[in-house]
């Protein structure tokens, strides 16, 4: 049997156990797995420090070095982020609706885990001991298949986190990773049809596009984002200012980061030159149509690929619309339905952006850069889901969890 | 341009109007898709006589011949079904979750459409009406693929509505079919990822694995239901004996029907004389284990296939279990997590039987049969999903949304 499927058969064995775990059971191992990584932080930067001299060798680049690297500091993050976890509302057990029908049959809806949630992510070790706890809570058991650069450090971490929470009393096997770097296990991982009940991508487009490609496991397609802000003619320009920094420059590297700017023609004139020279400050390298080039000539000319085109960097296009119902169009062209945002003083306008923009988020007056689990109060994500399917926007735990109905009778026949 | 390429680009345009489209002109709509086809009876009845004539050459069963047939009554039927849907109350727009975040900003999570809706169905020509109608209402465009037997009759009928629709005010292409017999076209469907935003395959299980191993699209796997009920020892044994020839005779041949009978050894002797008695006086044919055999001499031998087969007919497998928890974990290696009950007048077994048995539907002391959208009181359904994500059990017009984050701010910027 393939390591693959070995994990996928042990998975799902330990998810029927860990379904019906108690609450107070799984917050007692979230927080003996906090702990574990706190006493056992040397092994971590040990593991971890392979990682890294063979990141190294592969000449991998400072930032991606960065994202690899565990410190002590860092490593109290995680142990942090796991007691945080702890301290969320249990979504199991959730009675979500619940009716007594004419024949008194009764039935009701209530909310249980997924089963085995698969996650093929990238770079960040961290990210495996986030999702291994969001999974823990809403009671799924996890396969993980980390980057082959944190190869090391994710087994580590891994290894760590479930056996203190084996010995806190979970079932065997809720939290497992692929062990190998080879690529042919992603391919298997996503054939686990009957094994795994959703799989989630995290990373570049072309990861993603792959899972979606190949994957016969349901998928939740996450995070591309070709973010876009609007300034309305009605905008008030010092709030668009401040709105279309923050977006582009505060992390531009995330998928809520803006990457287009669209503004109205009967505000270019006095918009464009304040913003783009506070943009070029910093650094930001723009690409605008004919129109912004004619107000500030010292910009690149755009092209059809940048209005198609994630940057993740210190980039934004530049486009002037000559109404809103253009910016929406482009939007609706171009976007991911990720995350859009307007800047408007006119309600009418805000109405029809809400309404006519299909996206996961959709702000009036604020920054794209809000489309975050922890800002929207859901205490952690698993990612962004930029499918219609399921969920949608920042997963919680909610996110990791299904429906099943249960019904009491007393004999009911269907006549 | 390929047929469905077009269809896919004309269903996407069109959901995007759709989307905002009022309750009451959808309403209206519905009502005016109705009268069409009582008005266009004779057309609809002609298209149908076609594929009957087809149906006949090609030698398809009597059964299949029925299912096929369209006549006024059944017309009426359909304009019936399509009036109620206009009762069903708007899912969309549905505020389902807000709050005011401690920076102010006000998320509110919004029910919209989910898009595009992609529909692979077999023989019953009433599908496409009934599909359509719960798509119009939740706000989604679809894309209808019938059997090809059926293929004059789905798009006479696609007509009349579709046109009947726009008349009232829809936008254009909200309903279409596909008009080709080609089976190339499904594979086409199949890989519309960015036009079609789900696809429900309904139909036998080798039409449901097709898509799953080959969609792009998101799937919503439907229907196979190898559903099993299972005998307590404290049953009340004529409540059992109601119970199990209702869900294995009133309708075998649909997905809710009970496969196979699972008794406890205890009660085995008792009951099980006068239970199979009944079933073969009702001309089902029973397969069972050794024990059964010693107990009812005059029944077939079951084998390992027995277990795995959803036999949609009048047979059914039988088995004595030793204890409650061999038969859960019976229904866990062999059911298919559509509809699963237990026949008990003890608490606790019951309690077990609904944590422990993970499936759409869990009945205590009821009938199989009950797993339907009608009975539920959804109003309708476009099928029964048998996965876990996005929807689970029968799906009512909630089944056909998603949700979307809107986010009015005064210029909330991250820090």
Not at 86 to 113: H, S, T, W, Y
Not at 173 to 196: F, P
Not at 238 to 249: F, L, P, R, T
Not at 306 to 318: C, H, N, Q, R, S
């Given at each position: 049997?393939?390591?693959?499927?070995?994990?996928?058969?042990?998975?799902?064995?330990?998810?029927?156990?860990?379904a019906n775990?108690?609450?107070?059971?799984?917050?007692?191992?979230?927080?003996?797995?906090?702990?574990?990584?706190?006493?056992?932080?040397?092994?971590?930067?040990?593991?971890?420090?392979?990682?890294?001299?063979?990141?190294?060798?592969?000449?991998?680049?400072?930032?991606?070095?960065?994202?690899?690297?565990?410190?002590?500091?860092?490593?109290?993050?995680?142990?942090?982020?796991?007691?945080?976890?702890?301290?969320?509302?249990?979504?199991?057990g959730e009675l979500v609706k619940g009716r007594k029908l004419p024949n008194e049959l009764e039935v009701l809806q209530v909310r249980v885990?997924?089963?085995?949630?698969?996650?093929?992510?990238?770079?960040?070790?961290?990210?495996?001991?986030?999702?291994?706890?969001?999974?823990?809570?809403?009671?799924?058991?996890?396969?993980?298949?980390?980057?082959?650069?944190?190869?090391?450090?994710?087994?580590?971490?891994?290894?760590?986190?479930?056996?203190?929470?084996?010995?806190?009393?979970?079932?065997?096997?809720?939290?497992?990773?692929?062990?190998?770097?080879?690529?042919?296990?992603?391919?298997?991982?996503?054939?686990?049809?009957?094994?795994?009940?959703?799989?989630?991508?995290?990373?570049?487009?072309?990861?993603?596009?792959?899972?979606?490609?190949?994957?016969?496991?349901?998928?939740?397609?996450?995070?591309?984002?070709?973010?876009?802000?609007?300034?309305?003619?009605?905008?008030?320009?010092?709030?668009?200012?401040?709105?279309?920094?923050?977006?582009?420059?505060?992390?531009?590297?995330?998928?809520?980061?803006?990457?287009?700017?669209?503004?109205?023609?009967?505000?270019?004139?006095?918009?464009?030159?304040?913003?783009?020279?506070?943009?070029?400050?910093?650094?930001?390298?723009?690409?605008?149509?004919?129109?912004?080039?004619?107000?500030?000539?010292?910009?690149?000319?755009?092209?059809?690929?940048?209005?198609?085109?994630?940057?993740?960097?210190?980039?934004?296009?530049?486009?002037?619309?000559?109404?809103?119902?253009?910016?929406?169009?482009?939007?609706?062209?171009?976007?991911?339905?990720?995350?859009?945002?307007?800047?408007?003083?006119?309600?009418?306008?805000?109405?029809?952006?809400?309404?006519?923009?299909?996206?996961?988020?959709?702000?009036?007056?604020?920054?794209?850069?809000?489309?975050?689990?922890?800002?929207?109060?859901?205490?952690?994500?698993?990612?962004?889901?930029?499918?219609?399917?399921?969920?949608?926007?920042?997963?919680?735990?909610?996110?990791?969890?299904s429906t099943k109905y249960v019904i009491y009778g007393k004999g009911q026949i269907r006549s």
């Amino acid at each position: 049997m393939s390591e693959v499927l070995e994990l996928g058969k042990r998975a799902k064995k330990a998810s029927v156990k860990l379904a019906n775990v108690s609450t107070e059971l799984k917050n007692r191992a979230l927080n003996a797995m906090a702990d574990a990584l706190i006493v056992n932080a040397k092994e971590i930067i040990k593991a971890n420090k392979k990682d890294l001299e063979e990141g190294k060798r592969r000449n991998i680049s400072t930032a991606l070095m960065d994202r690899l690297l565990l410190n002590e500091a860092r490593i109290e993050d995680m142990a942090r982020d796991l007691k945080e976890v702890a301290f969320l509302k249990d979504p199991v057990g959730e009675l979500v609706k619940g009716r007594k029908l004419p024949n008194e049959l009764e039935v009701l809806q209530v909310r249980v885990p997924l089963g085995v949630v698969g996650l093929i992510y990238e770079a960040r070790p961290n990210v495996t001991v986030d999702a291994a706890g969001l999974c823990i809570k809403s009671g799924n058991a996890i396969i993980l298949r980390g980057g082959s650069v944190a190869i090391n450090s994710n087994l580590a971490l891994t290894d760590i986190i479930a056996d203190a929470g084996v010995k806190e009393g979970l079932p065997e096997n809720c939290i497992q990773s692929i062990s190998t770097a080879d690529r042919a296990a992603v391919t298997e991982l996503m054939k686990m049809h009957g094994y795994v009940d959703v799989l989630i991508p995290r990373g570049g487009a072309s990861l993603i596009q792959s899972v979606i490609k190949n994957s016969t496991v349901p998928v939740i397609e996450t995070g591309v984002g070709n973010c876009h802000i609007f300034i309305d003619k009605s905008a008030n320009l010092n709030m668009a200012k401040e709105i279309v920094v923050n977006a582009k420059c505060q992390r531009p590297g995330v998928c809520n980061a803006a990457e287009t700017l669209l503004v109205h023609k009967d505000v270019a004139e006095k918009f464009l030159p304040g913003i783009l020279r506070k943009l070029q400050e910093r650094d930001v390298e723009i690409f605008g149509c004919p129109i912004t080039h004619s107000i500030c000539s010292d910009v690149n000319e755009a092209t059809e690929d940048d209005w198609k085109t994630e940057y993740l960097d210190l980039k934004m296009a530049v486009k002037i619309v000559p109404s809103l119902n253009e910016a929406i169009l482009h939007i609706q062209k171009y976007g991911t339905n990720h995350s859009e945002a307007i800047v408007t003083e006119d309600y009418s306008a805000a109405k029809s952006f809400t309404e006519e923009v299909d996206a996961a988020a959709v702000y009036v007056n604020a920054s794209t850069r809000f489309t975050d689990g922890g800002q929207y109060g859901l205490g952690a994500e698993m990612g962004i889901s930029t499918q219609k399917l399921h969920a949608r926007g920042p997963m919680g735990l909610e996110a990791l969890t299904s429906t099943k109905y249960v019904i009491y009778g007393k004999g009911q026949i269907r006549s």
